[in-house]
């Protein structure tokens, strides 16, 4: 029998059991500084906005981001003040919305047991759980596709009347504005919808036309960002790194293999579906008594988890996981309906796929990954504030030589770590060859703050991302940070201060030497 959905508890009772279970599980959180691109863009973006009421960031190089997340952090700030805790909360807020979008579209499709479930899974994964109090456009462009989505999937599965499509519209314009990327969901759904209509010789136009419609919007942004700055689609170097850059047919190919593994195999969601493939290989136990997602819905899910794949596989520099945000509860969403249609103890597998997911929050995979994908990202956060308490109590007069984000992390005390800004001389990174560019102008700098910029397996661990390395290098900036011993005696500095969290290590190395110092302009975040 089919779940009595006019019994269910309506969506405003749930959301408040959401944001209660997610603050909590994060309230340890809460309070540290920004981290990586919130530092490098999106916190000072949003701070041009509440204190001059700009769109366009002055104090960061603009890269042409939709202003949504800037406007909605402001406005969030002149409520609650401008204090990390008061973002995290936000962002907190926003990830419990996109968990009730996902519960909506889940209990429309399958039913409230696998909608419940895959909001439990969803939250859990790591990359997910990361991201739930990180200030980055993607939890915020997440949370308004879901919901965009769960307009889209009603009218698959039921009888829809007009405003559910233009509330689609509206939401997915929304989620365009918070992240340009998102606007190929709607799109691909638009094509989708298309080709359906051909085949059936039933053309639904409302929706094409919703679907359509939120590219009106993000063109109106670029345009106004052209007027205001001279580039459309950002400054030079952020369009070359992310987008002119990566136009290479190996390089795509080698991205779209990565984008798949980080779909169905990072951070433990091979254990989920591992177990689905499994599952499919037993008869249905009971069709009668479960409710399937239907072949439209199914489909539509496919065509946005491909378009997502394959969009990423172009557009991006870096390989950041959280680009397929909204990709990982649609996935679990397939998953859970299949375990419920194909195995009476659903539940266990679903047991099974929360432990593995709630491990890999603090447990390292054998490869190189990006800090965020888990709390490795707070003990990042940890070290960097540690370090720069070493200089800023030792050495308060430095000149420190550092690379990105740390060099944001000293010059601007709205992030958190230090009270008054220092001298920075930035490098790229702390591979052999920027470290040893450095010795060329030892007088440009007295410290130096070093620290490993990704987590990647101790030598002489399993490291099942070796063999990829040569690639990886070419064309996704793989590199090998010098250890402090080795930058040290590169740089010919000692190491006064170092410790290491879990693999993530930081160090502060000192020159005993005259300074003629200067500041640099160093370049801000490249990512999308």
Known sequence: MLPNRN??????????????????????????????????????????????????????????????????????????????????????????????????????????????????????????????TLAHADIFAAAFTLWGLSFYFESLVRTSPTRNAIWAATIFSFAALAKETAIVTPLALAGWELVTGIRARKMRWTWVLALAFPLLPLIAWYLYHQHKTGYMFGNPEFVRYNATATLDAKRIALSFYHRILH????????????????????????????????????????VVLLANLLEFSVLGGALLTRYLLPCFPLLLLLYVSLWRHHFRQWWLLAAISFA????????????????????TYRDFVMLHQQAINVITERYPQATVLTAWPAWTELMHPDLGY?????????????????????????????????????????????????????????YFDFHRDLLPAEAAAVLHGEVVWQAQRNGEWAAVIRFSRAVDAAIEAPETSKHL
């Open 263 to 302: 779909l169905v195999v990072h951070m433990n969601m091979w254990v989920a579906t591992v177990l689905t493939t499994g599952a499919l290989l037993l008869t249905p136990y009971a069709p009668e008594r479960t409710q399937r997602i239907a072949k439209p819905a199914m489909a539509a899910i496919a």
């Open 7 to 132: 019994a269910a508890l309506p969506l405003w009772a749930i959301y408040p059991l959401l944001f209660a279970g997610i603050y909590l599980s994060h309230i340890t959180l809460l309070r540290l500084p920004y981290f990586w691109d919130e530092a490098g863009y999106y916190i000072p973006a949003a701070l041009d906005f509440f204190r001059t009421g700009t769109l366009i960031p002055i104090t960061t190089v603009t890269n042409a981001h939709p202003p949504l997340p800037s406007i909605l952090m402001a406005g969030w700030w002149h409520i609650a003040r401008f204090v990390p805790s008061a973002t995290r909360t936000l962002v907190v807020m926003v990830s419990a919305a996109a968990l009730l979008g996902v519960f909506r579209a889940a209990r429309l499709l399958a039913g409230t047991a696998v909608a419940a479930t895959t909001v439990f899974l969803t939250a859990a994964f790591s990359i997910w759980f990361a991201q739930s």
């Open 418 to 474: 230090v009270k008054q800004p220092l001298q920075v001389v930035p490098i790229q990174n702390f591979s052999a060859e920027e470290v040893q560019a450095a010795t060329r102008h030892p007088e440009k700098y007295d410290t130096a703050l070093i620290f490993s910029t990704k987590y990647e397996p101790a030598t002489g661990k399993l490291n099942l991302g070796r063999p990829l390395e040569g690639e990886a290098t070419r």
């Open 356 to 375: 593995g997911f709630v491990a890999a929050i603090t447990i390292n995979p054998p490869y190189a990954f990006a800090p965020e994908d888990n709390l």
